[in-house]
């Protein structure tokens, strides 16, 4: 039994690591990467198919394997997966060490929350597996703790280890790794930087899960890692990096003075130092990072006209301007899931931005934009600085999903499952919502397609709370009919 028997890790999609997204971050920076809507994904640490169970449902045509060490989370994916009867997706329970040499080729392997967790022999084994069974043009995904944010969090680990060392049971453990920083950082009047610190720290855990505290915090392995240095181990197994499964994370624009020139420099001469002093500025703790195979030939920066390749999604808001108003013909646009806002007085920019919001939840493809602009490379600029920023997300594929309910209103089936199992709500776009009301979960519940908005209407509170919550729901891409 492991540790992840004893203490379940979230079940939950992760939006950033889905093929859809991956494959554009390939493409940009010169790849050509397998389609995801037929392609083969590997998932190493998969826990009870958070990831690929919804990617299985709305990816027919894809093939999906997943291995976990923990049979506890296996058992549950797998029932998970029975009552949705899929056929292309399977979780094993499995000793990474045992991977098999006949398991095949995959075009897209994703390792998260697995490789600064384990023992050096099996972070060597990952990048085993990597490097044998990723397709010519496929895409491995691993995240890991960072240097030199994570010097940082050791100092706080180590007293959360050193106070919980005298407890047995985990939610012992979890309960008071919380008090300790908590009385560390308000156990005194000191105002000093040390409890400032202290004080961030507290509000930051504060978001955090049990699970992630006692699986992250308080792991017995925990092995931090500068980003060169990852590098290095992954190119001594035949992979190079690519870019991060975020595209935000590669830029610098938040970074200036003297700062700013030496990254400028650094990029267009050398990638990997780049984002090595990248991490220094930003004491980053954590990296998302993608590779592909050696000798697979690469763009130092993005090919930004590969924009017209794709479809544009985000939930934007057309806000108000704060402090001084905005100068003429300009607006500011808000992403509602993410709160990241950008203000434009660009036509072109501004046509696509309203398109994208009276598109949402489904997507625009560029096609649909340039016709609307007339000019497509200045599209192309407007939309790689907006995915840039993440004020927008761009898939390779695209994605159907209902703004109006119809008449028989129909909630997404594999978030209508978890409603009934209790957890995070997966939506279309793989975020997740953390549904607290009981009776909301409920109604979810309902909206399978078989009852009329009439027949809902009683479960809800009447016609307008119903119309209310539907708006609600297709908002939040939750809704297929």
């Known amino acids: 039994m492991t540790e992840y028997d004893v203490v379940e890790y979230p079940h939950r999609p992760f939006a950033q690591f889905q093929p859809d997204r991956l494959a554009v971050l390939a493409t940009l920076f010169g790849m050509q990467p397998q389609n995801p809507a037929c392609c083969r994904v590997l998932e190493l640490g998969c826990g009870s198919g958070g990831s690929l169970i919804p990617l299985a449902d709305l990816l027919p045509n894809a093939t999906f394997l997943g291995i976990d060490l923990a049979q506890t989370a296996i058992d549950q994916g797998r029932k998970r997966i029975d009552s949705l009867a899929l056929r292309n997706v399977r979780l094993e329970q499995m000793d990474l060490m045992d991977f098999p040499a006949e398991a095949g080729q995959f075009d897209y392997i994703i390792a998260h929350g697995l490789f600064s967790w384990v023992p050096e022999p099996v972070r060597t084994r990952a990048l085993r597996i990597c490097q044998g069974h990723l397709a010519q043009d496929g895409i491995a995904c691993i995240s890991y703790n960072a240097y030199p944010g994570c010097h940082v969090r050791q100092m706080w680990r180590d007293m959360m280890l050193f106070h919980t060392a005298q407890f047995d049971d985990p939610r012992d453990k979890i309960d008071q790794a919380r008090s300790i920083l908590h009385l560390v950082a308000h156990g005194t009047r000191r105002d000093d930087a040390a409890h400032r610190l202290a004080k961030e720290e507290v509000a930051r855990r504060s978001g955090m899960s049990d699970s992630s505290i006692f699986h992250d915090d308080l792991a017995p392995v925990w092995q931090p890692f500068l980003f060169h240095d990852f590098v290095s181990m992954a190119e001594g197994h035949g992979m190079q990096y690519l870019a991060e499964a975020i595209y935000r994370d590669m830029q610098s624009t938040s970074i200036g003075g003297d700062a700013a020139q030496v990254l400028q420099a650094l990029r267009a001469t050398d990638r990997i130092r780049y984002e090595q002093y990248l991490d220094f500025f930003r004491m980053r703790r954590l990296r998302q990072t993608l590779l592909c195979r050696q000798g697979v030939a690469l763009r130092d920066e993005a090919d930004v006209s590969r924009m017209a ?45 309203a398109a994208i919001a009276d598109a949402w939840p489904a997507t625009v493809p560029f096609a649909d934009m340039a016709a609307i602009t007339g000019d497509r490379e200045s599209l192309c600029t407007a939309l ?52 607290e009301n009981e009776a909301i979960r409920g109604l979810l519940q309902l909206i399978d397609g078989t009852r009329t908005r009439s027949e809902l209407e009683a479960a809800a509170g009447g016609r307008d709370a119903l119309d209310s919550i539907l708006r609600d729901m297709a908002r939040k891409a939750l809704l297929v009919s």
């Open 309 to 353: 390749q794709f479809h544009y999604s985000a939930p934007l808001r057309d806000v108000a301007p704060q402090g001084d108003a905005l100068p003429a013909g300009a607006r500011a646009w808000r992403n509602d899931l993410n709160e990241v806002t950008a203000t434009t007085d660009n036509p072109v920019g501004l046509a696509a931005l």
């Open 384 to 435: 790689h600085s907006y995915y840039a920023s993440s004020l927008l997300n761009v898939h390779a594929l695209p994605r159907m999903a209902v703004r109006v309910a119809g008449e028989r209103p129909q909630v997404w089936r594999v978030a209508r499952l978890e409603a009934a199992l209790g957890s995070s709500i997966p939506q279309l776009n793989l975020g997740t919502i953390d549904l």
